[in-house]
């Protein structure tokens, strides 16, 4: 299969280290290492805080004060960026981004948003210029994994879904990729999966930046 199309996750893919800055960061302001995954992923009221910021119901500020609130901290402010600093680039997957690219493919970005002001994680990564098209969930007002964003990227890079791969570490958001006719592949914090999408692609193998 040639492709024509790369489409990449960010969170998990494009930026690795999440958990581990995160619990780092919570450590370091008194609270338990798994506070920050149990206010976003656990606690009902942080879960629907952060399906609100993905799909820009609410700012990110807004975010920030409410999610500090549910932490017990009395500082808000920029509460995404503080504890995201840790973040780092994933050297290997966004030099296979870059040779895709090069090689002639339409290469996107699709991304549930963290929300972008006061902090935008994307330009904390480094990673805006890599992309043909982004699609950032916030702007579109709707999120992963429900089936139109998948279509509005696919339209946004006029490619139909059998000539596109896509990337994400989440597997619920693979199958609507998948229903598109997308090639999917789920992403593995050890790396060895970025080998596969090389030959998967017909890329030469690649260094990291």
């Known amino acids: 299969m040639a492709y024509r199309g790369l489409v990449l996750d960010f969170a998990g893919v494009l930026a690795t280290g999440i958990r581990e800055a995160t619990r780092e960061w919570c450590t370091a302001q008194g609270l338990s290492a798994g506070a ?22 609410i700012s990110q500020a807004e975010w920030n004060r409410r999610t500090a609130t549910l932490l017990g901290l009395t500082e808000a402010d920029n509460l995404m960026g503080r504890a995201w600093a840790g973040v780092r680039r994933a050297g290997e997957i966004i030099a296979l981004a870059q040779a895709a690219r090069e ?8 991304s549930n948003s963290f929300g972008l002001d006061p902090y935008d994680p994307y330009a904390h990564i480094g990673v805006w210029n890599l992309f043909d098209v982004a699609v950032i969930s916030e702007r579109e007002g709707i ?12 339209d946004r890079m006029a490619l139909p879904g059998a000539e596109c791969l896509f990337v994400d570490d989440q597997a619920i958001n693979l ?25 998967m692609l017909g890329l030469p193998p690649a260094g990291t930046i």
């Open 103 to 110: 090689a002639g493919m339409t290469v996107a970005m699709l």
């Open 175 to 199: 199958p609507p990729a998948a229903a598109l006719g997308i090639t999917t592949v789920q992403a593995s914090p050890d790396t060895t999966y970025v080998q596969q999408l090389t030959q």
């Open 143 to 154: 999120a992963k994994p429900d089936p139109a964003i998948y279509q509005l990227v696919l």
């Open 36 to 57: 920050w995954r149990h206010a976003l992923d656990v606690d009902p009221a942080g879960r629907e805080l952060y399906r609100a910021l993905e799909a820009g119901r």
